[in-house]
């Protein structure tokens, strides 16, 4: 795996490849981090956050934005792969993306009656079945905690 960082940090010197404990990209450093106990020689997400980085992935507007932004990471991912003769493993990706997709189905319940809600703000949403307005974390890398405001 150290030879696959070497090249890609050839290959991409404008993004410094950084030793970590989690896999993220950050785009106000331009750095991807690795955790080369989680690579396991797999660099399916290492490939995924320099996917974000090529990609110039910074901040998300919206649950659907980063819904959005982490599939394009992802299909980047592949082009890169096969660049560099790396397989992804495409269970892996899947349990990634259905991730998000139970963070974002948590986060879109209404607390009160159960029913989808639609996003008013980045923190905000409103239930349209019983009008129930409330609020979540702004990170996608926590729970999904939901509060109800009182109207």
Same mark, same amino acid.
């Given at each position: 795996?150290?030879?696959?960082?070497?090249?890609?940090?050839?290959?991409?010197?404008?993004?410094?490849?950084?030793?970590?404990?989690?896999?993220?990209?950050?785009?106000?450093?331009?750095?991807?981090?690795?955790?080369?106990? #989680?690579?396991?020689?797999?660099?399916?997400?290492?490939? =995924?956050? *320099?996917?974000? &980085?090529?990609?110039?992935? %910074?901040?998300?507007?919206?649950?659907?934005?980063?819904?959005?932004?982490?599939?394009?990471?992802?299909?980047?991912?592949?082009?890169?792969?096969?660049?560099?003769?790396?397989?992804?493993?495409?269970?892996?990706?899947?349990?990634?993306?259905?991730?998000?997709?139970?963070?974002?189905? #948590?986060?879109?319940?209404?607390?009160?009656?159960?029913? =989808?809600? *639609?996003?008013? &703000?980045?923190?905000?949403? %409103?239930?349209?079945?019983?009008?129930?307005?409330?609020?979540?974390?702004?990170?996608?890398?926590?729970?999904?905690?939901?509060?109800?405001?009182?109207?």
């Amino acid at each position: 795996m150290h030879t696959l960082i070497e090249t890609l940090a050839r290959d991409f010197p404008q993004f410094t490849f950084t030793p970590s404990d989690n896999l993220h990209w950050s785009f106000t450093t331009q750095e991807v981090f690795y955790s080369e106990d #989680k690579l396991d020689g797999s660099a399916d997400g290492l490939l =995924h956050e *320099l996917g974000h &980085a090529v990609l110039g992935h %910074n901040d998300f507007t919206d649950d659907l934005d980063l819904i959005y932004k982490e599939i394009a990471a992802w299909e980047k991912a592949k082009e890169l792969a096969k660049v560099y003769g790396q397989p992804l493993n495409e269970d892996y990706i899947q349990a990634c993306l259905g991730s998000y997709r139970d963070w974002l189905h #948590k986060r879109s319940s209404c607390p009160r009656c159960g029913a =989808h809600g *639609l996003q008013a &703000a980045q923190k905000r949403y %409103n239930c349209l079945n019983c009008e129930q307005t409330w609020n979540v974390s702004g990170s996608h890398h926590t729970r999904p905690y939901r509060q109800s405001k009182s109207d």
